[in-house]
C-alpha cells in the first residue's frame, strides 16, 4: 500500500507562511491526481487544492483567493502546498491524499481518495 507522510506544519501568525510537505512512500500510480484537505476540530474535513499526475489540472477552493499553491515533484514522489498570508481560520490539520485512479478538473475536489497521510497541525493566532 502506498503511504503518506505529512510535515511542514507549525505555529504562525496571521500573515505568515509555510510551506506543507507530502512524501509517499512509493510511487503512486502514474495518472493518479493528490491534494490537500483539512480539518478543524467540530467542522467537517473540506477540500483545499488538487493537482493531477502531470500538474496540467489543478483545482483550488474557493477560500484560497490565490494565496495557496500546490505542486508536485514525482521523482521525489512528493507534493507541496505553499501558504502564504495564512489567517486564524486557516488553522486545522491539513492531510494529503492520492486516488489510484486518473481524476482530473472539478472531479478533483470530491473524488474519492484511496490514500491518505496522519494530517500535520497548523495553527495561525491573530
Known amino acids: 500500500q502506498v503511504q503518506l507522510v505529512e510535515s511542514g506544519g507549525g505555529l504562525v501568525q496571521a500573515g505568515g507562511s509555510l510551506r506543507l510537505s507530502c512524501v509517499a512512500s512509493?510511487?503512486?500510480?502514474?495518472?493518479?491526481?493528490m491534494g490537500w484537505f483539512r480539518q478543524a476540530p467540530g467542522k467537517e474535513r473540506e477540500f483545499v487544492a488538487a493537482?493531477?499526475?502531470?500538474?496540467?489540472?489543478?483545482s483550488y477552493a474557493d477560500f484560497v483567493k490565490g494565496r495557496f499553491t500546490i505542486s508536485r515533484d514525482n521523482a521525489q514522489n512528493a507534493v507541496y502546498l505553499q501558504m502564504t498570508g495564512l489567517k486564524p481560520e486557516d488553522t486545522a490539520v491539513y492531510s494529503c491524499?492520492?486516488?489510484?485512479?486518473?481524476?482530473?478538473?472539478?472531479?478533483?475536489?470530491?473524488?474519492?481518495?484511496?490514500?491518505w497521510g496522519q494530517g500535520t497541525q497548523v495553527t495561525v493566532s491573530s
Open positions: 493537482i493531477n499526475w502531470t500538474g496540467s489540472s489543478i
Open positions: 512509493r510511487r503512486t500510480f502514474s495518472m493518479a491526481a
Open positions: 491524499a492520492a486516488t489510484r485512479g486518473t481524476v482530473v478538473g472539478p472531479a478533483m475536489r470530491s473524488a474519492r481518495y484511496d490514500y
